[in-house]
């Protein structure tokens, strides 16, 4: 189970339907269409359903379709789609080694940390695959739109 404050950002910005579409119909529907138009591409996936929650012991939650690169070497985020009402999210979930360095890199340079963020060497050919996947992913997305 995910909380959503272990939200890491999004894929995509959050998408509002029209009030006669919505809740777990929506969300079955769009999960059915992704799953095959990613599978028809060929794209490297491991697909697998979770809740993910707001709030406490009584907080509200979600079935969530988290998408995740199969491949163990490439410890990228995973990519998640949950519907509230009417309202589509696309989470980033879990860690990015790659993202993770570079962020540490980032913040040492703002805290003026120079000789700390220079030993700080994210793969920027693995940051360009995680992002060529993800952006493989939302494209398969945006074709159930039009």
Known sequence: MYKTNEI???WRDSVL???EV???D???KIKLLLMENIKEKGIPVNF???MIKSGGIFGTGFPILIISNPNPENKF???GFFVNGQTVS???LGMSSENTKLNKKEQCEREGKFLRSMMIKPDEFKLQQ???WRVKILNCYEELLK
């Open 8 to 10: 890491r950002g999004t």
């Open 17 to 19: 339907f029209n009030e």
């Open 22 to 24: 919505g809740g777990k």
């Open 26 to 28: 929506l969300y079955d």
């Open 48 to 50: 697998r359903e979770d």
């Open 77 to 79: 985020f995973d990519l």
């Open 90 to 92: 696309f989470p980033l």
């Open 130 to 132: 995680e992002a060529e």
